[in-house]
């Protein structure tokens, strides 16, 4: 159930996963989703891509009152390619095909506009995948669940069977890394769940 609080935060994303997590940290948000050209640029490394993305999101969704604005996103990567969301099934069946039986990274980057101007963090987590037989990818397409998801997954969903472990954060690559976000938050003055004051 979504909270009802007045909003602490202007969330700059159409992402209900970002939103759940943002709740279960204590942050009502007002969602405000942001619309970019997330295209690569040349010679864009994913690193730098991820980055800017997020600060591109949180800049278009901010100005429109006076709430903190946060931007987000997340890019898998295998063998230097990002791998976003799939175009259809063989492309979703393509980038299935890359991740099974070995491990790629997850980089998940957020911005967050407020008084103490922009601040950002990026996070690089490790996933390690099981095989994946082609028989499985097609039921997977066919529950709906890859279409928008990068990399062609989710970790918190049914792809949860394909995951043997990672290293990192989880919520980063659900799609926000709550640890680092929290301190961004409460270093733009907005209190969390557990009451601790803001950083100075």
Do not use: N
Not at 8 to 31: D, F, K, N, Q, Y
């Amino acid at each position: 159930m979504l909270s009802t609080a007045t909003p602490m935060l202007r969330l700059a994303s159409a992402s209900p996963r970002r939103r759940e997590l943002l709740t279960s940290i204590g942050v009502s948000v007002e969602v405000a989703p942001a619309h970019i050209d997330e295209s690569c640029r040349d010679d864009e490394s994913p690193e730098d891509l991820v980055t800017r993305l997020a600060r591109e999101k949180a800049e278009a969704g901010h100005g429109h009152g006076a709430l903190p604005t946060l931007g987000a996103d997340t890019v898998v990567v295998c063998d230097g390619e990002i791998f976003g969301k799939p175009r259809d099934e063989s492309h979703a069946r393509r980038m299935l095909s890359a991740l099974s039986g070995r491990a790629h990274r997850v980089m998940s980057a957020v911005a967050v506009i407020g008084p103490r101007g922009t601040l950002e963090c990026r996070v690089a987590t490790q996933v390690y995948m099981r095989e994946i037989a082609a028989a499985e990818m097609a039921a997977y397409w066919a529950t709906g669940e890859p279409r928008d998801k990068a990399g062609g997954y989710a970790v918190q969903g049914r792809a949860a069977v394909f995951v043997e472990r990672l290293e990192g954060s989880y919520s980063a690559v659900v799609g926000l890394p709550l640890f680092e976000t929290a301190q961004l938050l409460r270093a733009q003055g907005i209190a969390l769940w557990d009451g601790v004051e803001a950083v100075s």
